[in-house]
């Protein structure tokens, strides 16, 4: 060895410098995680980390003042599981009677003091498995369980529960085309991850692989961290998964059991890959979601997004501004402003490019050359390093519900062509103005300038709402930035798109294979308007408005039923489609496209009898066949209104018509060539159904 240099640790110095710590008392988490470094960790100072990481180090004996009742009303089943667990672990006989009462006691003083009923299906078992091999006092035993349920525990952990609905959209962030495939096959989270996260992972796992877990769980003292744990387990079993054909609940099986297979030497791989994904994930996913974890109190406020509706993931705008102004690694996203025209040059975000969302419906091909110079538009902003390059898209509506419902079309379009990284801004582009007048207190010149351009180059007003002349006048700066440029350029038809389609980079450090993003727009046949205000003829009926009304006011009111909310288990009944158009009492079949309130459209056929109307919704997996997706009586229709933008979009209303007013029952959309001879058709027959009633 040359002079001076230093001698190399020996092996296993780490681990008495851990131990020293440890007995040294006072020790913090940070401290712990500085000397273990992700290493294993040794079994007998396993304990005392643990205890340090839960925070439960010096607590009292929560059980001292309990009277040691096990009178529950589910005692005995209680009893049972303990005693199952203790046959499960080898217990010295002379020792059994005791750990039984131990673990007996933590989970009825538990019962008792928040007040919940046991259940087996709980898992808590599970949880204390590996306490248990921490040969814990009674004491300590039940503050780590308590702290582990308060805190690594997400509320509503059961069947259809928020947790495995948010699961689902980070799994269909990363994921796409693998959280489609479950999704065809009716495969939700909580169908087999929810011993998962119920008993973090020792369900399934030996107990060697469920304590090398805890050590690096416990000690990322982040709850969410789970979920990335289990995205891996998802990823890694991807291939397998796709070529499946076995049926459903051998499927779930396999997916239920994955973490069995698990080995020690894959923990550290685990590990590294959730640490990936969690950094290719918005904050907003941790932030708007932390009521799921901690005190029953801090939960109470829940927020009030139903997940399990959601289209996407959600991305905070205060989260937009702040993730392109980092440097280095990280989450940057690319804004898609999909509001109108009128609103988007009325004021935008200065990074945000322009795709207007009516196009859609209104100008299929020059949509499908939008979406290429978005694409582009993309490619090159991370390319040149430019504040609005990120290969996360974000898309921003107005925030109003009624309009964007032809940006969640447009998302939608995204979502089913398996593009990963896709997002929506929450509260649309009035959050924006929102966030930028709370931050910024002494006035726009001083903050928000830079962020709002027009395509005039003014500023638009923080207080006016988008689509309104805005006020003040700029010097236009942000205007000129990558995405406005080719934004406008698109605008004025100066830009040449190549005909090719664009791909999106790969990044080759990625530890998962990718699946390129290619995307095509099929041009559709030109949507002529037909429905006009002289279409409005015929006697009223039932005492109510006529049934067919041309309006933007009326069409989607928030406090109506939609038959989306219905399940699609409830309408299983499959039918050739051809069989039902060739029936002699079907006097219509129209081609359509259903459209649920998410943007969702899945290809159908209406189908008009003597007396009623039906949706067949067609299976893609099945030529030719179709499920009988809804069943509406003629006599039920209460109006039919289509948007004047969107003559082609039609809805129809069912209910009941008493003295007091319509009950509104159903509502159901379609998107239909030719609406005009459609609806025409459709009224001329409920007319017939009503004359021959009063009759």
């Keep these: 060895m040359a002079e001076g240099e230093e001698a190399p640790p020996p092996p296993g ?27 294993q960790l040794p079994a007998d100072l396993r304990a005392k980390v643990w205890k340090i990481a839960l925070n439960v180090v010096g607590k009292g004996d929560s059980l001292a003042s309990w009277d040691g009742s096990l009178d529950l009303p589910e005692q005995s089943i209680i009893h049972k599981d303990c005693q199952e667990l ?3 672990l080898s217990v010295p006989g002379e020792e059994k009677s005791v750990l039984t009462l131990d673990i007996e006691s933590v989970i009825t003083f538990y019962c008792k003091s928040r007040n919940v009923k046991y259940s ?9 498995k590996p306490l248990v091999h921490l040969h814990l006092p009674r004491s300590d035993l039940y503050n780590c369980f308590y702290a582990i349920m308060n805190k690594f525990i997400p509320r509503d952990c059961f069947m259809k529960g928020r947790p495995f609905h948010l699961f689902r959209l980070l799994l269909q962030y990363h994921e796409p085309e693998l959280c489609s495939f479950l999704d065809t096959k009716k495969m939700t989270p909580d169908s087999y991850a929810l011993n998962w996260l119920g008993s973090l992972f020792s369900y399934y796992c030996s107990a060697e692989v469920t304590q090398a877990i805890w050590d690096g769980y416990l000690q990322q003292a982040d709850p969410f961290f789970i979920y990335f744990l289990m995205l891996i ?6 291939d397998v998964i796709l070529a499946q054909e076995s049926d459903k609940e051998e499927m779930i099986k396999f997916l239920e059991t994955s973490p069995a297979n698990l080995d020690l030497e894959d923990i550290e791989d685990l590990f590294s890959l959730a640490q990936y994904y969690c950094s290719k994930t918005p904050a907003s996913f941790r932030k708007d979601n932390h009521s799921l974890f901690g005190s029953s109190l801090l939960g109470l406020k829940d927020d009030d997004t139903d997940l399990s509706q959601a289209l996407c993931l959600a991305v905070s705008v205060s989260e937009i501004l702040q993730a392109n102004q980092q440097q280095g690694e990280g989450v940057r996203f690319f804004v898609v402003d999909c ?3 009128e609103q988007y040059n009325a004021g935008h975000l200065s990074t945000a490019f322009h795709l207007d969302s009516d196009l859609m419906l209104q100008n299929p091909s020059e949509f499908a050359q939008s979406v290429k110079s978005l694409l582009e538009a993309q490619k090159q902003s991370i390319e040149s390093g430019s504040i609005a390059g990120g290969e996360h898209l974000c898309f921003m509506g107005s925030g109003r519900e009624e309009e964007d419902m032809y940006m969640n079309m447009v998302l939608a379009h995204f979502l089913q062509k398996n593009k990963e990284y896709v997002s929506i801004a929450k509260g649309g582009f009035m959050a924006l103005q929102q966030h930028l007048a709370d931050i910024n207190v002494e006035g726009p010149e001083n903050g928000y300038g ?5 395509t005039s180059g003014s500023r638009n007003s923080i207080s006016s709402v988008d689509g309104d002349t805005p006020n003040g006048s700029g010097d236009g700066k942000g205007v000129k930035s990558l995405v406005n440029k080719m934004t406008v350029a698109l605008k004025t038809k100066s830009v040449n798109v190549k005909e090719k389609v664009i791909s999106f980079i790969e990044n080759t450090s990625t530890p998962v294979d990718r699946i390129p ?14 429905v006009s205000s002289s279409d409005r003829v015929g006697k009223p009926y039932r005492g109510v408005k006529p049934v067919f009304s041309i309006g933007d006011e009326e069409e989607y009111d928030t406090d109506e039923i939609d038959s989306s909310s219905m399940s699609d288990d409830d309408r299983k009944e499959v039918v050739n489609i051809q069989t039902w158009i060739n029936k002699p009492d079907v006097k219509y079949n129209f081609p359509c496209n259903e459209v649920k309130e998410n943007g969702h459209m899945f290809p159908s056929h209406l189908l008009v009898t003597a007396t009623h109307m039906y949706c067949l919704r067609e299976i893609p997996s099945r030529k030719g066949l179709a499920y009988i997706q809804s069943r509406q009586a003629l006599n039920s229709v209460v109006k039919i209104t289509s948007k004047k933008k969107h003559p082609e979009l039609i809805t129809f209303k069912y209910g009941n018509s008493n003295t007091s007013g319509i009950e509104i029952l159903a509502v159901e959309r379609y998107l239909i060539p030719n ?5 025409k058709a459709i009224k001329q027959q409920i007319m017939k159904v009503l004359d021959a009633l009063e009759s």
């Design 13 to 39: 110095s780490w681990i008495k410098d851990l131990a020293d710590a440890l007995d040294e008392g006072g020790c913090d988490l940070e401290t712990v995680r500085n000397i273990i470094q992700g290493r």
């Design 86 to 88: 203790i046959d499960q």
């Design 120 to 128: 087996s299906c709980l898992g808590w078992i599970h949880l204390l």
């Design 233 to 238: 387990i998802l990823v890694n079993a991807k």
């Design 339 to 341: 509001r109108p025209a």
């Design 450 to 454: 830079h962020w709002i351009a027009s």
């Design 517 to 530: 993003f290619n995307i095509s727009w099929p041009d559709r046949a030109s949507l002529e308007r037909h």
């Design 675 to 679: 609406a005009g001879d459609a609806t």
